[in-house]
């Protein structure tokens, strides 16, 4: 079934929904019989909300198109310390005292407009259903980087690849997570820890295949490869077979949705997930230096001949069997104190990111890599369930886009500044130091996520016992004075 036709079979269900409960509603008051056509429109409406999730069949190569999608777009961006020095010899002279700065805003700019994009991505997924907006996501994406194969400026690959290359991946990536839920319930968990770990299998090779290719064809030339990776998703998207007509359209019978449902304020009101909200980002603006400037720290430290690629392979080795360990020890932690697996993740990120400047051995910087992409996969793979503690399940798709939304920001500026202080300093000593200390002070904000929902609780407990209590004060004084509902009197 195509798209266009989920839609139409969406909006008919809708309409014979509607006028089942009219035709319900006349019978009784009028006890007028229910025609068989009426009958038949239940029957649709019932079966529409009892769909039952394929578990499988065109699912699993649903699930390998989204594995793809999640590998091509966070494995480019995580090997963005590669092209940053090809980049760095290409467009930089002895002289530029701001190079690393000015360089490090084009991997910076693309990875935090990914996340920027994604409550946009969120309303046009809503609007024109996964397939089109992942086709057209990849098809931008596409364009973006074959333009960033011919530019010969700075400037220019700021808006080619930090901007279009950047919404294009947005608006492929999200929907890939979208449609997992269209065939998969009780495999839902699987399913997801194996899509993302798309990412860490192509950080473990994407490095040495883009080290080899730079040094044989050059910068131009690799980034029209990468094109490959940007074709073959839109090619995954193609395979976005909708399954389940989307919530607005269902829900209104328009293709149109409401306002207050593409824009949900609901999740604002619960405080647990505004320090969540806010607490994430904070710790985020040290996150992305070391995927930006460990490959340039490492040459500056042991040699351009260090074999520094395998830094990277580590972190998306660990980072991979981090999100397989920690999403199911997630299964076993009750309620948000799920939020303490994060505080952990984000104390151990920010402490890894201090030791990089005093590993005077290459030995320990693969082993500061390896418990830094451990602890990453464990921040990155229990997002979804806090999201679904702190809002429910009703909101939570809206919650973490929301929440990527505002991680774009400490994404986007961490890694300029550590450039900015290694221009300064003529070291990344004190850019490392300075990006472990965010990590540290958001995971203490988040600390107080587990009380403040607990006392919620308290009062709602305290506030429906003392409901509970009225009601029977009214009860009691009802039957003393007679019931006014019925006129009745107990003289």
């Not at 400026?153 to 690849?161: D, E, K, Q, R």
């Not at 830094?311 to 020890?329: H, N, P, Q, Y």
Request: glycine share 10%.
């Amino acid at each position: 079934m195509t798209e266009d036709n989920g839609e139409r079979a969406a909006e008919s269900e809708s309409e014979a929904g509607s006028a089942t409960t009219a035709a319900a509603a006349g019978s009784a008051t009028e006890d007028k019989p229910v025609s068989a056509a009426e009958n038949n429109g239940a029957k649709s409406a019932d079966e529409e909300t009892e769909f039952t999730h394929p578990e499988g069949g065109w699912g699993w190569v649903v699930m390998l198109a989204a594995m793809w999608c999640n590998g091509s777009v966070f494995g480019i961006q995580n090997a963005f310390g590669i092209l940053f020095l090809s980049l760095l010899r290409e467009f930089g002279s002895e002289t530029d005292e701001d190079l690393k700065f000015r360089t490090a805003w084009v991997g910076s700019l693309s990875m935090g407009m990914i996340f920027f994009c994604s409550p946009i991505v969120s309303v046009f997924t809503d609007l024109l259903g996964c397939r089109i907006t992942a086709v057209g996501g990849a098809a931008v994406g596409l364009v973006g980087l074959l333009a960033s194969s011919f530019v010969t400026s700075l400037g220019a690959m700021y808006f080619t690849y930090g901007i279009v290359f950047a919404c294009g991946c947005s608006f492929a990536y999200q929907p890939s997570l979208v449609i997992l839920g269209h065939y998969f319930k009780k495999r839902l968990g699987l399913v997801n820890g194996i899509v993302t770990a798309g990412s860490s299998l192509f950080t473990i090779t994407l490095p040495f295949a883009l080290s080899g290719l730079l040094e044989k064809v050059g910068r131009q030339n690799t980034m029209r490869v990468l094109c490959i990776l940007m074709f073959l998703l839109m090619l995954a998207g193609l395979t976005y077979k909708p399954l389940i007509p989307t919530k607005t359209r269902k829900n209104t019978g328009s293709r149109c949705p409401r306002m207050g449902q593409l824009f949900n304020v609901n999740i604002w009101k619960s405080l647990g997930y505004r320090i969540w909200a806010f607490g994430v980002p904070a710790a985020l603006y040290g996150y992305f230096v070391p995927y930006v400037h460990l490959m340039k720290h490492v040459e500056e430290r042991f040699g351009k001949d260090a074999n520094k690629e395998v830094l990277l392979m580590c972190i998306g080795i660990t980072s991979g069997v981090g999100r397989l360990i920690f999403g199911r020890v997630a299964d076993y932690v009750n309620g948000v104190n799920k939020v303490y697996l994060q505080v952990s993740s984000f104390l151990v990120i920010g402490l890894m990111s201090m030791m990089i400047p005093l590993c005077d051995i290459f030995g320990g910087l693969i082993a500061v890599c390896l418990l830094m992409g451990l602890f990453d996969g464990c921040f990155i793979c229990i997002m979804a369930p806090i999201a679904f503690e702190l809002v429910g399940a009703d909101d939570v798709s809206q919650a973490i886009g929301f929440l990527l939304g505002l991680m774009s920001v400490p994404m986007t500026v961490g890694p300029p500044i550590a450039g900015f202080l290694r221009d300064r300093l003529k070291s990344y000593d004190m850019a490392f130091y300075l990006a472990g200390i965010p990590p540290m002070v958001g995971g203490a904000v988040l600390c107080l996520i587990p009380w403040v929902e607990a006392r919620r609780r308290r009062q709602e407990a305290q506030d429906q016992e003392k409901e509970v209590t009225q009601n029977m004060l009214d009860s009691e004084k009802a039957q003393r004075h007679g019931d006014p509902r019925t006129g009745e009197s107990v003289l």
